[in-house]
């Protein structure tokens, strides 16, 4: 989970120009405190931010922190919405769902509070959905990937179950069967399947097992880890005599570095391949040098691939930020701006926060902007209507870009 901020078109010519320039200065308590709106602010407007800002996953979550908290900046100094000031309210969800339950009820006892940014995790969303939706919240998620959190869990027929629910980043529907393609089209027709037996890590595993035995392939082994270990032995003794040409994992990083060293080790010398919870430097840092040749997949193209995306990053580095922006910089940027472009109307006329979150919702629903990502705008169900994939493989200890497409 490298930069994966993708970058299609440009943002707005006022957002850009204001981009390297616009970085306010941020009160100790990390909120954001706004730039120039010539004296015509007299109300303040909270968008939320829940993400895991401890633990394993922190990087990750103080990336969507700090990309929220830039565009505010920008959108302060810009008076993007007039009359208002906006700041940043965030809460760690340590990537626990008891715990963000209880971070996304202190968000929405707020009443300053317009929208949230996030979850990283989609056991997590899982559970902060139904608060926000009772609170009538806007909530856009710039990582869950799990198609179940915008079509319910029958997906042979689906019903969005949360009308406050959106999310910027493409889902597993879309990333496990592109990577199941992926494989097929360079060969490797057996391939053994493990997960983290998390809603992300099963839902992954899940859409690539029915696409690649769709295109023909053979699931050599099933099988899962406790993500509270660290030693996988038993479960590569499991998979490496269905003598597989590939590992497809569900997870994050934390456990797919080590279970990637575990299998080299013990001689099960293929790629292991996983989606975009893999992809981030410490899984090359945890797998070590045997990593060479591991697959990730990541919603999007690469941050730098575009002139929208290198001023992005050059923006969040100017910013002074102490953590990089990270997976999913980019998606969280927009996923703000999502919440911002609904408040130029939402809150055109509104006398206070509360009121004016029924249109907020509305009015998110019916974005439809250039972002750092590309066209930020989505379907019936909230998902956003981008499908673009890209796979990146270990190459001499760091990822590279392998192949960028759009799902079809």
């Given at each position: 989970?490298?930069?994966?901020?993708?970058?299609?078109?440009?943002?707005?010519?006022?957002?850009?120009?204001?981009?390297?320039?616009?970085?306010?200065?941020?009160?100790?308590?990390?909120?954001?405190?706004g730039?120039?709106?010539?004296?015509?602010?007299?109300?303040?407007?909270?968008?939320?931010?829940i993400?895991?800002?401890?633990?394993?996953?922190?990087?990750?979550?103080?990336?969507?922190?700090?990309?929220?908290?830039?565009?505010?900046?920008?959108a302060?100094?810009?008076?993007?919405?007039?009359?208002?000031?906006?700041?940043?309210?965030?809460?760690?969800?340590?990537?626990?769902?008891?715990?963000?339950?209880?971070?996304?009820?202190?968000?929405?006892?707020?009443?300053?509070?317009?929208?949230?940014?996030?979850?990283?995790?989609?056991?997590?969303?899982?559970?902060?959905?139904?608060?926000?939706?009772?609170?009538?919240?806007?909530?856009?998620?710039?990582?869950?990937?799990?198609?179940?959190?915008?079509?319910?869990?029958?997906?042979?027929?689906?019903?969005?179950p949360?009308?406050?629910?959106?999310?910027?980043?493409?889902?597993?529907?879309?990333?496990?069967?592109?990577?199941?393609?992926?494989?097929?089209?360079?060969?490797?027709?057996?391939?053994a399947?493990?997960?983290?037996?998390?809603?992300?890590?099963?839902?992954?595993?899940?859409?690539?097992?029915?696409?690649?035995?769709?295109?023909?392939?053979?699931?050599?082994?099933?099988?899962?880890?406790?993500?509270?270990?660290?030693?996988?032995?038993?479960?590569?003794?499991?998979?490496?005599?269905?003598?597989?040409?590939?590992?497809?994992?569900?997870?994050?990083?934390?456990?797919?570095?080590?279970?990637?060293?575990?299998?080299?080790?013990?001689?099960?010398?293929?790629?292991?391949?996983?989606?975009?919870?893999?992809?981030?430097?410490?899984?090359?840092?945890?797998?070590?040098?045997?990593?060479?040749?591991?697959?990730?997949?990541?919603?999007?193209?690469?941050?730098?691939?575009?002139?929208?995306?290198?001023?992005?990053?050059?923006?969040?580095a100017?910013?002074?930020?102490p953590?990089?922006?990270?997976?999913?910089?980019?998606?969280?940027?927009?996923?703000?701006?999502?919440?911002?472009?609904?408040?130029?109307?939402?809150?055109?006329?509104?006398?206070?926060?509360?009121?004016?979150?029924?249109a907020?919702?509305?009015?998110?629903?019916?974005?439809?902007?250039?972002?750092?990502?590309?066209?930020?705008?989505?379907?019936?169900?909230?998902?956003?209507?981008?499908?673009?994939?890209?796979?990146?493989?270990?190459?001499?200890?760091?990822?590279?870009?392998?192949k960028?497409?759009?799902?079809?």
């Amino acid at each position: 989970m490298h930069q994966r901020s993708i970058v299609r078109i440009g943002v707005p010519l006022a957002v850009a120009a204001l981009a390297l320039s616009a970085c306010g200065s941020r009160g100790d308590s990390g909120t954001t405190t706004g730039g120039s709106t010539g004296g015509a602010a007299t109300k303040t407007v909270k968008i939320g931010v829940i993400a895991p800002l401890s633990g394993d996953l922190s990087a990750l979550g103080k990336g969507i922190q700090h990309s929220v908290e830039l565009a505010v900046k920008q959108a302060n100094a810009a008076g993007t919405v007039p009359g208002w000031k906006l700041e940043v309210e965030a809460v760690d969800d340590e990537a626990k769902a008891d715990v963000g339950k209880n971070a996304a009820t202190k968000l929405a006892a707020d009443n300053d509070v317009i929208g949230v940014v996030g979850n990283l995790n989609s056991s997590v969303s899982q559970q902060t959905q139904p608060i926000f939706q009772s609170a009538r919240i806007v909530q856009v998620s710039p990582a869950n990937t799990n198609p179940t959190l915008t079509k319910g869990a029958d997906l042979t027929n689906p019903k969005r179950p949360y009308d406050t629910y959106f999310r910027t980043c493409t889902t597993d529907a879309v990333q496990g069967p592109f990577a199941a393609q992926y494989l097929l089209g360079k060969g490797i027709k057996s391939v053994a399947t493990i997960h983290d037996k998390k809603a992300y890590g099963q839902g992954l595993v899940d859409a690539f097992t029915t696409e690649f035995k769709k295109g023909g392939g053979t699931i050599t082994a099933a099988e899962t880890i406790n993500p509270d270990e660290s030693n996988y032995q038993a479960v590569v003794s499991k998979v490496a005599p269905s003598a597989p040409k590939a590992v497809y994992y569900g997870g994050e990083f934390p456990q797919a570095g080590p279970l990637s060293q575990q299998m080299k080790a013990s001689g099960l010398n293929v790629p292991l391949m996983g989606g975009d919870g893999i992809y981030d430097p410490k899984f090359i840092a945890l797998a070590g040098t045997t990593s060479n040749g591991d697959l990730a997949t990541s919603v999007g193209a690469p941050a730098d691939s575009s002139e929208a995306g290198k001023k992005f990053l050059a923006a969040y580095a100017a910013a002074g930020f102490p953590d990089p922006s990270a997976a999913y910089g980019g998606y969280s940027y927009d996923a703000a701006n999502a919440i911002i472009n609904g408040l130029k109307t939402s809150l055109a006329s509104a006398s206070d926060v509360k009121s004016a979150r029924e249109a907020t919702i509305k009015a998110v629903g019916g974005v439809s902007f250039e972002g750092v990502t590309g066209k930020v705008s989505f379907d019936e169900f909230g998902d956003a209507t981008s499908k673009v994939i890209t796979v990146y493989k270990v190459d001499n200890g760091a990822w590279v870009t392998d192949k960028t497409d759009t799902f079809k």
